[in-house]
DNA sequence: TGTACATCAGTGAACGCGCGTTCACTGATGTAC
DNA sequence: TGTACATCAGTGAACGCGCGTTCACTGATGTAC
């Protein structure tokens, strides 16, 4: 006759980092409409109002996630930088296949962070990851650049390429199914890109 | 002391209409979160329950949304094909201007189309609009790709390109502001596609 | 042209649901002495 | 080591809200004769 409780979550100081695992796994499962804080507090197996004492209101878990999903953004290239050759073509290729792993291995994330949803811009967190990503981008291309072009035309170049692909791959399946059978590696545009901005060497 | 009635809609035949410029409407004005059946109801001045006779449920209104998502952005690419020059580099700037017109007059339904979000693939409107903006993109590049190349790597490239451009024009400013005042135009990034397409001749 | 009838297009009330947020509270943890 | 107290971290009930969907209905429109 004893009922049986849920069982009650330790405190151990680990409860907002559960709550964004909780909704990221939210973010993947049931798309950006499907996150919320309720969710994500029965997920971490506390209180619906406790994610209220860790973020202000629901604007402030999404910030927490977006800065999640920039910070393993920045991880994913700096782990393939540090494995790169030492030529400016293999670090471009390096930041290029980061972008991919991530995009590839956290699809949610990836959407999330670029779907146009606003985000708590002054949150020190947020701005710290998101300008990482970019100043990673910027050092890497830095070397590519030629006289007399603004360095922004190459990070652009650069960064809009290697998104639009991980994108389209994201969206091409109800797009046109036929792409399935075809579509190309990155590594094929890879190709192209090098040839853009290596004129002068063979490719 | 008789009651103002709110006037009742004529009707015309519009109302699917109407209640999908309310839902552009309304993704403009609150983004993809803000979607609802009764809120476009409202704006087209019916009942709550009158777009459950048009669309059988929000997948539904979505899914016409995105179909003429699709319809616009192929339209956009076409208006400028028509008024491009002969020449390949002219028609592969046509489209490309023609998709930046396109995000630029519509960011939400350019952010819609690509969110990730799920439509019903199985609705003839929206197979034959999706389908279309890629056979433009397909025939425009069909002369640009080299001998021993597959079509689909030189679309790619083009359409991951501008695409990815036009995606990060949208939700640079909360990346990093600073680079609001240097953004580089497309053209520039053109330029260097060019470059990378038509090796052989001077740029 | 008039009339009877069928169908179409939309109504309005009702349903249950999950949500964000607030608030008085409580029990666990940390700290000063 | 013990005790008193402050603060921290989370609880649970309550609030009002907007939502999608269903359903019996009605009044307008179209059609056959």
Sequence with gaps: MTEVLPPRRKRDGTLKTSLIDAGVDLLRKRGADGLSLRE???MAGVSHAAPGYHFKNIMGLSTAIAARGYKLFSEAMTTRLDNAGPSDADRLAAI???YMDYASS???LFLFIFSGQKFN???DEFRLYS????SILRETCAPLVPENTPCEEIEVLVWSLVHGYAQLSMTRKKDNPQLNRTWPAFDSL???LNRALF?????
Excluded at 131 to 134: L, N
Excluded at 199 to 203: E, I, P, T, V
């Design 106 to 108: 956290h699809p949610e």
């Design 96 to 98: 290029c296949h980061g």
């Design 131 to 134: 300008a990482k990503a970019y």
């Design 40 to 42: 994500c507090a029965a």
């Design 190 to 192: 890879l190709k192209h």
């Design 199 to 203: 004129a002068a060497s063979a490719n």
């Design 121 to 123: 811009e002054a949150d």
